[in-house]
């Protein structure tokens, strides 16, 4: 199985300013996900991020305020730009791996817990 | 817009089973039933997942109904551990697509 790691595990940034969040996973795998969980709701797909083509946004989240890059196979990063307080989220990255035989699982990293005054 | 309506919260008391409920009547014929779950501030953790047989793992068991409109999911004898949001999702196998959609989930709480 798939074991994530994200950095930061948690931020508190200034309306106004960017911040980049970084997702490794310890084995290669193609699809990677941006989720973000607003406080007390659930989780929200962002975008999905394969490696070798651009990212495909889902409807409200544009590429401008939430670019994302997928260097290779074991690596992504999500900035969230010109932050402001409703941007305030836990930020998860997963990916989509064989946690099984014949079955294709999703796992999910730790969170990024983002606060933004 | 999730598929799946799953009460809001539920109790259990520790070493009961806990019985999770959950509706999917538009799910379609080529749709498995997952289950997913969140222990606060983690992420969220894969349990199980059917078609339409039960299903049981070392986690928990998945009952389907027969006509696939509702599933429960077993959780045989409930740990303080086990207090999380269970989420149930209907997708297509494999989720070649891997955007899985969530609902709002049942907050179970296990008491001592």
């Known amino acids: 199985s798939a074991v994530i790691s994200q950095k930061p595990s948690r931020d508190i940034c200034q309306r106004g300013t960017s911040l980049t969040i970084q997702c490794q996973v310890d084995s290669q795998v193609t699809m990677m996900f941006w989720y973000r969980q607003q406080p007390g709701q659930s989780l929200t797909l962002i975008a999905t991020?394969?490696?070798?083509?651009?990212?495909?946004?889902e409807s409200g989240f544009v590429i401008d305020k939430f670019p994302i890059s997928r260097p290779n196979l074991t690596f992504s990063t999500l900035t969230v730009s010109n932050m402001s307080p409703e941007d305030s989220s836990i930020y998860l990255c997963?990916?989509?791996?064989?946690?099984?035989?014949?079955?294709?699982?999703?796992?999910f990293g730790p969170g990024t817990r983002l606060t933004v005054l | 817009d999730a598929k799946t309506t799953q009460p809001t919260s539920m109790d259990c008391a520790e070493g009961r089973a806990a019985n999770l409920p959950c509706n999917h009547s538009?799910?379609?014929?080529?749709?498995?039933v997952y289950w997913y779950r969140q222990i606060h501030s983690q992420g969220p953790q894969y349990i199980i997942h059917g078609l339409k047989n039960n299903e049981t793992n070392e986690m928990a068991s998945l009952i389907i109904t027969e006509d696939r409109k509702s599933s429960t999911l077993i959780l045989p004898h409930a740990t303080l551990r086990d207090t999380a949001v269970y989420y149930c999702i209907v997708m297509n196998y494999g989720g070649s697509q891997g955007n899985l959609i969530f609902g709002k989930g049942t907050k179970l709480s296990v008491k001592p």
């Open positions: 997963s990916v989509l791996d064989r946690g099984m035989p014949d079955y294709n699982e999703q796992f």
């Open positions: 991020a394969n490696q070798g083509s651009e990212a495909t946004y």
């Open positions: 538009t799910i379609s014929g080529n749709e498995y």
